[in-house]
């Protein structure tokens, strides 16, 4: 019986790669999603990311099996030409539809409970160290406090964005913005938008947001040509402050990030207040109103400028631990330029990520992102269930020659301190800021 599917080359394919014409395709079927790229609820940012390329890897990775039968109202009626999928693809999809089988999506545990009861309780012991104490010592613990109280707000915003930590979904956007914008200056709004490209792009230097930090750090002397960030959309420039900073920031990677939080808090305004389409922006803006309302008030109740600052200073620093750990699980791991191309997406995954080895009872200090690697394959997964399937995502990654790679917390400092110094000392050699020697940039740039 003659075939009578209609059939699209991959090069056509790539033809259909913007905002205004957006193909994809999933499992060899070809589907136009130019219109619902404005009400995709991760954005359309991820669906440009691998527009005209098979995306199927990563709509396993994101969309529960309820999510398939909406496919066929935007299916184009075409078949993608030569499809094939890799080997390892096709053990990740079988990984994924036997860890969906034995029920880990919905086994979300109590730690969104337990964190939950851990930020009321330092949240309270900071109010009453302000408020109930006279103690200097009580003033500056409780700033420290604070900090690590952010941070627990950071892994429940970071898992309620991932999976529903509550029972319903209006409950979970409860969590999201109580945690996120009012408790901790952060719209999560912005989160989504920023962690979504990372997610996709993981570890594109023009595609991944995380790795885009000049003027302050540089993974990769690919920066010094001055690259296009498609994420922010526009020139990332290599100019002489860049090139100054650039040159110390193996010296200035800790102190940066002891305040890189006021970076945050400045993209969370100017998120909410651009033109972009933000989803709920009135409620985002009142949460944010909310923390800048507390938190400044709570410092002026300290009873003299000195404390006041050492709070604020103390609060800063000791949630720039989280932001270290973000760095860590990506800096010196493998970079490319360009898109993520949807035939080796889930090996790009285990490339560009780096697990922390603890015990478990330190599971709590890294927030899950300690299994990075399991967290980035499989990220609608709940914390407490990445332990669980790290053998067999270990197993999978040694099957088919992938990386897993997996150092002490004290080795990936070391190991991200080492790529920054690979790279300030690039930056310093002004007569040849851009390396041409391809093998030492290939030992080098990757950590």
Known sequence: ??????????????????????????????????????????????????????????????????????????????????????????????????????????????VGFVTLCAMAAMFSACIYGVLGCDSTWAHLGSGALMGLFWIQSGWIGHDSGHYEVMMNKGLNRFVQVLSGNCLAGISIAWWKWNHNAHHIACNSLDFDPDLQHMPFFVVSSKFFSSITSRFYERKMNFDHLSRFLVSYQHLTFYPVMCFARINLFAQSWLLLLSKRTVPNRVQEILGLLVFWTWYPFLVSCLPNWWERMMFIVLSFCFTGIQHVQFCLNHFSSSVYVGPPNGDDWFEKQTHGTLCISCSSWMDWFHGGLQFQVEHHLFPRLPRSQLRKISPFVQELCKKHNLPYNCVSFWKANLMTLATLRAAALQARDLSNPIPKNLVWEAVNTHG
């Open 1 to 110: 019986m003659a075939d009578t599917k209609k059939y699209i080359s991959k090069e056509e394919l790539k033809t259909h790669n913007t905002v205004g014409d957006l193909w994809i395709s999933i499992q060899g079927k070809v589907y136009d999603v130019t219109d619902w790229g404005r009400r995709h609820p991760g954005g359309i940012t991820p669906l440009l990311s691998l527009a005209g390329k098979d995306a199927t890897d990563a709509f396993v990775a994101y969309h529960p099996g309820v999510v398939w039968n909406r496919l066929d109202e935007f299916f184009t009626g075409f078949h993608l030409k030569d499809y094939s999928v890799s080997e390892a693809s096709r053990d990740y999809r079988k990984l994924m539809y036997e860890i969906s089988k034995m029920g880990f999506f919905e086994k979300k545990g109590h």
